[in-house]
């Protein structure tokens, strides 16, 4: 007979164990990082958790958002430019409305009648002429030097203005605004 050849042993009956798994991922975002207290969210704008296991689906909130600021400081100097800019935007329209009514009141021929009226009173002897006195070139210099005048005041206000709302947010710690995307 034959030399039977060497088998090996045969092998028992042992359990595998499974290999070990990555977790599975996770449907829910991660949590935000701890931000230092100065950068953190205030309560009132922070979002809630989802509620009863709901996963949340990537969609923004239902809603408009709402965001709330403060206006804590107003730079005099950036008022005041804004301030002259619209002002003499307003002197342009001052003094454009001041010629655009004198040739409506000469076209409709007020001022005729008006210094027709006044020589009556006076008399027929009378040297009096309306135009002297509210002439058109006489309309338009008043016009420009109201129209000026308006310039300085608005910007010294608006500065002053500007001064002031600072002082008042320093005490009290300025306007809240509620901004929304409706």
């Given at each position: 007979?034959?030399?039977?050849l060497?088998?090996?042993?045969a092998p028992?009956a042992?359990?595998?164990q499974p290999?070990?798994?990555p977790p599975?991922p996770?449907?829910?975002?991660?949590?935000?990082?701890?931000?230092p207290p100065?950068?953190?969210?205030?309560p009132?704008l922070q979002?809630p958790?989802?509620?009863g296991g709901?996963?949340?689906?990537?969609?923004?909130a239902?809603?408009p958002r709402?965001v709330?600021l403060?206006?804590?400081r107003?730079?005099?100097?950036?008022?005041?430019?804004l301030s002259f800019l619209l002002?003499?935007?307003?002197?342009?329209?001052?003094?454009v409305?001041?010629?655009?009514?004198?040739?409506?009141?000469?076209?409709?021929?007020?001022?005729?009648s008006?210094?027709n009226?006044?020589?009556d009173?006076?008399?027929?002897?009378s040297e009096?002429n309306?135009m002297?006195?509210?002439?058109?070139?006489?309309?338009?210099?008043?016009a420009t030097l109201v129209?000026?005048?308006?310039v300085l005041?608005s910007?010294?206000l608006?500065?002053?203005g500007?001064?002031?709302?600072?002082i008042a947010?320093?005490?009290v710690?300025?306007?809240n605004l509620?901004?929304?995307d409706?």
């Amino acid at each position: 007979m034959a030399p039977a050849l060497h088998q090996p042993p045969a092998p028992t009956a042992q359990p595998i164990q499974p290999s070990p798994l990555p977790p599975a991922p996770s449907s829910q975002r991660p949590p935000e990082p701890q931000r230092p207290p100065e950068f953190q969210r205030p309560p009132e704008l922070q979002r809630p958790a989802p509620s009863g296991g709901a996963e949340p689906s990537g969609a923004p909130a239902p809603g408009p958002r709402k965001v709330r600021l403060t206006v804590a400081r107003i730079d005099p100097w950036s008022a005041m430019k804004l301030s002259f800019l619209l002002a003499v935007a307003f002197a342009i329209a001052t003094v454009v409305a001041a010629v655009v009514i004198w040739e409506v009141l000469n076209a409709m021929g007020v001022w005729d009648s008006l210094s027709n009226q006044a020589r009556d009173i006076a008399g027929k002897t009378s040297e009096f002429n309306l135009m002297d006195y509210v002439g058109l070139g006489r309309v338009v210099s008043i016009a420009t030097l109201v129209a000026v005048v308006n310039v300085l005041v608005s910007m010294a206000l608006a500065t002053l203005g500007a001064v002031l709302y600072n002082i008042a947010a320093s005490l009290v710690g300025g306007v809240n605004l509620t901004l929304s995307d409706d």
